[in-house]
């Protein structure tokens, strides 16, 4: 699951499909193949990837919406393929929505997003941060606030939170 989240964070599709084979081949040796548990743990992997997705990618509330009702159609299929393929599909429609706002990001925002999530783990702030790219620290807020909706203290805030979840799920 933690490889599948890194694969989302880059918006690797191809990365996201292979994985995806793998949880769902693990699950279903795990399981021995009994269907409702199947459902409900793509539903639970799905509904958490999206959460990732949209909340790294400072998306909006009704975008996160939008994909929830999604969740209960997985209970309505009858294979394990077509279980896969709801997976598959599902999470790609959250990569295309948060891709379509990446697509309008200017290169200095993706350069600065790219070193946020590098660098979480530092003591950095929107001073620091503009002083790295060379920028006014007010000029820098108000463009991270324009092209991702989301304040910057918040995109941190959020980014933090996510990686100390991983943590929690991966260390002791």
């Not at 769902?24 to 999206?50: D, G, P, R, W, Y």
């Not at 909006?60 to 009858?78: G, N, W």
């Amino acid at each position: 699951v933690m490889q599948l989240e890194a694969c989302t964070e880059w918006n690797d599709k191809a990365g996201v499909n292979g994985i995806v084979d793998n949880i769902m081949k693990i699950a279903l040796e795990s399981h021995h193949q009994k269907k409702e548990l199947i459902q409900s743990f793509a539903a639970i992997v799905v509904t958490n990837i999206i959460h990732s997705i949209l909340q790294v990618n400072g998306s909006v509330d009704t975008d996160a919406e939008l994909l929830e009702k999604k969740i209960p159609e997985v209970y309505d299929l009858q294979y394990y393929e077509d279980i896969i393929a709801w997976m598959k599909e599902t999470i790609s429609k959250a990569l295309d929505m948060c891709s379509t706002e990446k697509n309008t990001y200017s290169e200095t925002l993706v350069s600065v997003i790219r070193y946020l999530r590098s660098n979480y783990g530092k003591e950095i702030n929107l001073k620091t941060v503009a002083d790295q790219f060379q920028m006014n620290p007010l000029y820098l807020g108000r463009l991270f606030k324009l092209e991702t909706g989301i304040c910057f203290t918040d995109y941190m805030n959020n980014l933090r939170i996510r990686k100390a979840k991983q943590f929690l799920l991966d260390t002791n």
